[in-house]
């Protein structure tokens, strides 16, 4: 692969040993996922200078690679031209460590360039570069769009340390799904845009016909359904339930009349189009489900608890509304939907009115239930869910959805509910819109800190700075802050050390399921059986 | 292997000369190596070069600002992950921490420098680093 060089193998713990009488050895690329001879190795190498590649066979091996600082990684398997511009460039690295400052700032601006950081993708120009012989040879190609349409929401919700994240598990799934299934027996990139869409070209190796339009249907198919397990796997359902693909294609001929670029370009252009057409399907197609699933009352609903941080007592519950259909799963789709077909208001009733139905046979005395509710739906003339609960139990938890547009009258809306006894959560709060003074003027009981405050706030001090402050600033409100999003006992740790009361998320409980189906047949078997064994956890 | 003998190198990027010095001097005091940039630039070659545990970055700067100097640090394909950024700032209000965040600075020091409170800070982050600094 790297045609002016000489390589020479040797075994892992052969190497580690050997390393100082290596003279003249350019680069050293490692492939062991053991962590002690590779620090070894790296160790040595740096003393002497030579540049340390590892290649990565899974996302621990990856991580281990940039822990010990190796000079570069890749991920495994990779295609020879990736390995060599590696190299390349671990090489180059090392060698122009001596020359001019400002030559180096440029080189690292290139490679950014050339390949994307964070999933190691190829960018555009290098799959031209790539794919320009092959064209030539097969005279056509096929350009796929992946249009990955949730992801900025999960930046919105969850802060972009965990979008990063998800970008590089998508990333992996893609390559993998890739190299293993899907037209195996042709040649095919995969490349990166930066707003979050996957490009790859295929083209038909000798003797094998293009993809027929059925083929990359069922591959789209395929391929969403795979990303969507292992983004479950790794991050959880709220998570996967964010996301969507839409899959476009379209073919390229090749023409010597036309330059290359162009025709790709084109190409790519026709594809995203094509996605995006698949998109307004699915969306007129959700529309149409919302419709029926408002009319079935086909949502469900998850009692997530909230417990005190130091006991892990049950203090309340948030209700939280998912719809029955794999498309609607996710509260957010939902009322993103609802808002685009001007039914928010109708869905808004219904969650509010299956999550008071669950709540009377779960709470025990002195559990609250936190229901969402956005300021928009205060205005909702049929909001009438609450006339007959005790307010006493009942938490609103104001979730800004939509932006509040008339202030005053949503604060006399407010103050009715509060004569009443009712209690106030803000939800997000230092998300950045809802800033100290905004949620002093709502005079919440509760705040709730939004969940990118809380992920891997063990290991930043400006989280827990801002969390400290929060805490400091409720208990002068006389109000009680709520972490949610706990994922790790280092971040439950870090939050009660701070002082926050009351703390939510996977790693304490995991939200407590009620299908509408399973509590009718509950209610209707008998009342002897009370709960049936809900609360056992 | 003695690899946790070696000290860690941390980079201090400043713009004034005399903080910059004062910095320096303190932490290598403490057994630290330090490295030393005057300009947002000169820190990112530095920063490639020798891949610093710890940065001390200031943020208001000529050319770069910190800010874009931390994010394009942060970015780094091979380093970004592991390297610790304390930002160096007259800022103290909700709204700027908020901007911190978002470009992916671990920590924070208000100015005028507290050195007490500095060392402290420089300590506790490269706790979290690991052995291999």
Partial sequence: MLPDCRVERRATEELADAMDALAGVRAVLVSTSNPVPLRAIVEKARLQRVPVVVACRDEIARRRAVE???????????????????????????????????????????EEMLYDT?????????????????????????????????????EEIYGWEKLDEVLETTAAAVREFLDANAFRSTRMMVGFTNDDDFIFFHVPAAGVPAATDRDVTEAARRLQQFVAERLEEAHGEDIAALFDIYVGYAHVYYNPKIRLERLIYRGIREAANAARSVEERERARKVADLRRVIH???IYIDYHPIVLADTGRVFGYEALARGELRSLRSPEVMFEVAAEADLLWELSRLCRARALEGMRDRLTDGELLFLNVDPHDFADPAFVELEHVDPRRVVIEITERTAIKDYPKFRERLRTFRDRGFRFAVDDAGSGYAGLGSIANLEP???????????????????????????????????????????????????????????????????????????????????????DGRRAE | MEATTTPATILVVDDNRDNAEIVRQMLEVHGYTVLVAYDGD???????????????????????????????????????????????????????????????????ITKPLDLHDLLARVRRNLALVGPAA
């Fill in chain 1, 68 to 110: 010990l600082r190796a000079d570069e990684w890749y991920r495994t398997p990779a295609p020879p031209d990736e390995i060599e511009w590696r190299v390349r460039s671990a090489t180059s690295r090392v060698a122009i460590a001596s020359t001019a400052a400002a030559d180096r700032i440029e080189r690292v601006e290139y």
């Fill in chain 1, 118 to 154: 964070l999933t190691g993708m190829p960018t555009l120009p290098v799959m031209i570069e790539r794919t320009r012989g092959l064209i030539k040879e097969r005279g056509e190609l096929v350009v796929f769009y992946l249009n990955f349409v949730r992801y900025t929401k999960i």
């Fill in chain 1, 296 to 298: 079935d009352r086909s």
């Fill in chain 1, 445 to 531: 009981d509760f705040i709730k800190l939004d969940i990118s405050l809380i992920n891997s706030i063990d290991t930043n001090f400006i989280k827990q700075n801002l969390v400290e402050t929060m805490v400091g600033f409720a208990r002068e409100q006389g109000a009680m802050v709520i972490a949610e999003g706990i994922e790790r006992a280092e971040e439950l740790d870090t939050v009660r050390r701070l002082g926050v009361p009351l703390v939510q998320g996977f790693f304490l409980n995991h939200p407590e399921r009620e299908r509408r189906g399973a509590a009718r047949q509950a209610m209707a078997q008998a009342g002897e059986r009370g709960t």
């Fill in chain 2, 42 to 108: 000169k820190a990112l070659a530095i920063f490639d070069a020798a891949r610093p545990a710890v940065v001390l970055l200031d943020v208001m700067m000529p050319g770069r600002s910190g800010w874009e100097v931390c994010r394009l640090m942060k970015q780094h394909p091979v380093h970004g992950r592991a390297v610790r950024i304390i930002m160096l700032t007259a800022l103290s209000a909700w709204d700027d921490k908020q901007a911190a965040l978002q470009t992916g600075a671990d920590d924070y």
